[in-house]
């Protein structure tokens, strides 16, 4: 394909275009003969080029078509193809929140389970969907299953964590005394890189892993019964009590617990 072909020209198009380059005003006539175009498309190609403002015609009998300038052109060849990328960009986009829609399970109004073990590839997907719905705040309990799982799988969760969350968005986490052990020191840098405001305090002991977002929804892990470092899922909840509730029992253990950098 010729550069002009990759702008948007067609093969008998770049050849009408580039005769009358040469020819300067010419007629159909002369140029179907000048340029090989058959006298049958002529016309549909002339057409064509001027009602995208790539040639003019002059007033004369028989009517005379003139080419515009090349830097006009190629100008306004770049718009078309922009505005075809634009939209193309436009109808992926919406392709993959369809994809997305499809992989995720749909939360219901009273909330759902969703399967998968600590950092799976689906847990991780839905982690970050699940983050990405954030508009103001992010608390959350950082204990079991988390405190016994080696660093190589916690960090799957981590990272999927902070690349869902929003940057402009206040994240508290509340940790046990196992996991600041467990996780290197680097990790409360990369928190604070990925939100506008990360506020992160320690307990001794916390008994179960869960986070509240914007007040709204509330998701809770749900322990393996045969392996301490795993989970078998989420239990995702939008009912507004229990929600409530999750947040005054936050807010409590919040109080008990110290800054992490005392």
Request: no cysteine; net charge negative; charged share 25%.
């Amino acid at each position: 394909m010729t550069d002009l072909g990759e702008l948007g020209l067609s093969s008998y198009e770049e050849k009408v275009y580039r005769t009358l380059l040469v020819t300067g005003a010419a007629t159909a006539t002369n140029v179907s003969d000048a340029s090989g175009v058959p006298k049958g498309r002529i016309y549909d190609v002339l057409n064509s080029l001027e009602a995208r403002q790539l040639i003019r015609t002059q007033a004369t009998d028989p009517t005379r078509y003139v080419a515009e300038q090349p830097d006009t052109v190629v100008d306004r060849l770049l718009a078309e193809r922009t505005v075809e990328l634009q939209q193309e960009l436009a109808r992926y986009r919406e392709v993959a929140n369809s994809v997305r829609s499809n992989l995720l399970p749909t939360v219901p109004a009273d909330g759902s389970v969703w399967l998968g073990a600590l950092g799976s590839e689906e847990m991780q997907t839905a982690l970050q969907e699940h983050m990405r719905t954030a508009t103001d705040s992010v608390h959350a309990t950082v204990g079991p299953p988390y405190e016994s799982a080696p660093w190589e799988t916690l960090k799957q969760e981590v990272d999927a964590f902070f690349d869902g969350a929003p940057l402009d968005i206040s994240v508290a986490l509340l940790v046990s005394e196992q996991v600041v052990e467990t996780v290197p020191e680097t990790l409360f840098e990369v928190a604070e890189e990925h939100a506008a405001e990360v506020r992160i305090n320690v307990l001794p002991e916390i008994p179960v892993s869960f986070d509240v977002i914007d007040q709204t929804v509330t998701t809770i892990d749900i322990p393996h019964p045969q392996m301490a470092a795993d989970r078998i899922g989420v239990v995702a909840v939008n009912d507004s009590d229990i929600v409530a509730e999750f947040e005054r029992q936050f807010q409590e253990l919040w109080v008990e617990a110290v800054p992490l950098l005392e």
